[in-house]
């Protein structure tokens, strides 16, 4: 266990039916932030191992994410926890006019 004071993240899971109709309700989709001076200490991956411990605990048979490719560091920890790629979704522009390519990732349960 890593402690620390004061805040360095957060993640969640939430059913997939949360938030789009018809969703499933045993799979969860994984929101997950790092503050940027806290990166590449550990934080990551305790926050995801104990969300993922909370969506085994909840019933969820999968876990499923999305992840812009070039976050080559995330997706090396997605990877390292299990998750593996399912699709590429349709690139996307950001705010800044930079052009990204989002994929999907999934962790069975």
Known sequence: M?????QVGSAEAYSD?????????????LGMQVKREYRRNGYGFALLSAVIRHCRGAGFNSV????????TAARSLYK?????WVEDLP???L????AEQ????????
């Not at 039916?17 to 989709?29: A, D, K, Q, Y």
């Not at 499923?64 to 490719?69: D, T």
């Open 64 to 71: 499923g994410l999305s992840v812009f490719k070039s976050n």
């Open 2 to 6: 890593i402690e620390h004071e004061g």
């Open 95 to 98: 705010p800044c006019g930079t």
């Open 80 to 84: 390292k926890l299990g998750f593996t």
């Open 91 to 93: 690139p996307c522009k």
């Open 17 to 29: 039916s949360f938030c789009r109709p018809g969703g499933s309700e045993l799979i969860g989709i």
């Open 102 to 109: 989002p994929i999907k990732m999934r962790l069975a349960l």
